[in-house]
């Protein structure tokens, strides 16, 4: 009738039952983890080394012949030693150009032709003219190839005979004067540009062909 009566008891009552239960319970389910190996370790205490089986590591397999390893610079896969050293070059010598010296220099220009020879300004053209017995009559031509009018001076050696006479054809006489076998002759008159005088003598006991004849030191032709 007490209990019916205050029912705040009754309800503290269910209270501390269900905190004993709860309690209870708590405790029953930390009574349920094994003991043994799955106990964690004292704080500070190092872990226990757990053997291990050879057939429990998994080995990696082999690689195949195909895959590439990663290529180190200087090595080879396959070698084990130190990687070999670069091929030692040789510094290219320099090639300087031969440069000929000006002076010694082969000349690529053909050899100019000399000049030719100018004809004296004063010649003499000797010839026989008419020959008889004890001499003949004689002539030296006088051709003047010069631009001006020249004098002239012939001088002509037989070796032996003697001077008869001299003049020139149609021109002024000149100066005549005999030595042993010859004679000179100075001229008058100049010759004039382009043209010719002949000079003739007579020789007696002498040989038709002169041992020298000159005009201004010139030899003559036609003997």
């Keep these: 009738m007490a209990i019916a009566s205050s029912p705040w008891i009754v309800a503290c009552a269910g209270l501390v039952v269900m905190v004993v239960l709860l ?5 029953a389910y930390r009574g349920q ?29 082999p690689p195949s012949p ?19 050293s670069a091929p030692t070059v040789s510094p290219t010598p320099s090639i ?3 440069v000929v010296p000006t002076s010694v220099r082969p000349s690529t220009r053909a050899p100019r032709p000399a000049p030719p020879q100018q004809p004296p300004a004063v ?18 031509l006088i051709v003047n190839a010069s631009r001006v009018d020249r004098g002239w001076t012939v001088r002509i050696h037989f070796g032996r005979g003697r001077l008869v006479t001299s003049w020139v054809e149609g021109a002024p006489q000149g100066t005549a004067r005999q ?18 005088v002949p000079l003739r003598f007579h020789m007696e006991w002498a040989s038709s062909t002169p041992r020298g004849c000159t005009v201004d030191g010139v030899r003559c032709s036609g003997f």
């Design 123 to 140: 010649s003499g053209r000797y010839r026989v003219v008419q020959s008889f017995d004890g001499g003949f009559i004689g002539e030296v």
């Design 23 to 27: 309690i209870v319970a708590l405790g």
């Design 33 to 61: 983890s094994p003991a043994g190996d799955d106990r964690m370790p004292p704080v500070g205490l190092p872990l226990p080394r757990v053997p291990v089986e050879p057939s429990d590591v998994t080995q990696a397999p």
């Design 179 to 196: 030595f042993d076998g010859g004679f000179s002759y100075v001229s008058g008159v100049s010759v004039p540009a382009g043209g010719s």
């Design 96 to 98: 300087h150009p031969v």
């Design 66 to 84: 195909g895959s590439s390893a990663p290529v180190v610079p200087g090595l080879s896969p396959r070698a084990s030693g130190p990687p070999p």
